[in-house]
């Protein structure tokens, strides 16, 4: 059975860090991604890894998220530095079965969230 658990979020202040971690149980998956939702927005990208070697980022957080995977312990990081007060949401990684990288939350697997709030 697959299972998807985050974790590492919580407060923080503007320009501070925090390292998201999604660990994965089951299987691996060729293409994983990082999901953000704010209240009364919808679901948007953050960032995607092929493997362990190619990565997307959308505009909004290039240059200050990074996107990582350790294939030992079949895991995902989200290393968010300069965090600002609009990256407030509950972030969700995601797991694919195709090999086709992909900006749309085409996910085959979904974690339970992660809340993370950062203050001005």
């Known amino acids: 059975q697959v299972q998807l658990v985050e974790s590492g979020g919580g407060l923080v202040q503007a320009g501070g860090s925090l390292r998201l971690s999604c660990a994965v149980s089951?299987?691996?998956?060729?293409?994983m991604g990082w999901f953000r939702q704010a209240p009364g927005k919808e679901r948007e990208f953050v960032a995607a890894i092929q493997w362990t070697i190619n990565t997307d980022y959308a505009d909004s957080v290039k240059g200050r998220f990074t996107c990582s995977r350790d294939n030992a312990k079949n895991t995902m990081y989200l290393q968010m530095n300069s965090l600002k007060p609009e990256d407030t949401a509950v972030y969700y990684c995601a797991a694919r079965r195709s090999i086709t990288p992909t900006r749309a939350p085409n996910y085959d697997y979904w974690g339970q969230g992660t809340q993370v709030t950062v203050s001005s």
């Open positions: 089951g299987r691996t998956f060729p293409n």
